[in-house]
């Protein structure tokens, strides 16, 4: 079984930076990758940023340039650090791990980025 555990998203100006992170925990998996997807109100989920193991990066165009995902094997941990934000990138973003037998979701965490 593995769980995984989300921190780090709260209340923001605009401009201003957050940083999530994603702890895998449990035992005896094999991560392919990680990321992050989020969903705004009435809109469908929608990938924002995912690393693999091996350190290769992908992003939504929506957030290049703003946004990077790291991750720390040894901890099985991925972090989102998102500078320059804008309103539009409010949203509960939820932390996916992408495992042989399949893909675990975090619970979620909301990011509003609000004056």
């Known amino acids: 079984q593995v769980q995984l555990v989300e921190s780090g998203g709260g209340l923001v100006q605009p401009g201003g930076s957050l940083r999530l992170s994603c702890a895998a925990a449990?035992?005896?998996?094999?991560?392919?990758?990680m990321g992050w997807y989020r969903q705004a109100p009435g809109n469908q989920r929608e990938l924002v940023a995912t690393?693999?193991?091996?350190?290769?990066?992908n992003y939504a165009d929506s957030v290049k340039d703003r946004f990077t995902i790291s991750g720390d094997n040894a901890k099985n941990t991925v972090y989102l650090q998102m500078n320059s934000l804008k309103p539009e990138d409010t949203a509960v973003y939820y932390c996916?791990?992408?495992?042989?037998?399949?893909?675990?979701w975090g619970q979620g965490t909301q990011v509003t980025v609000s004056s």
């Open positions: 996916y791990l992408h495992v042989i037998t399949g893909v675990y």
């Open positions: 449990g035992s005896g998996f094999s991560i392919h990758n």
């Open positions: 690393i693999t193991r091996g350190g290769s990066t």
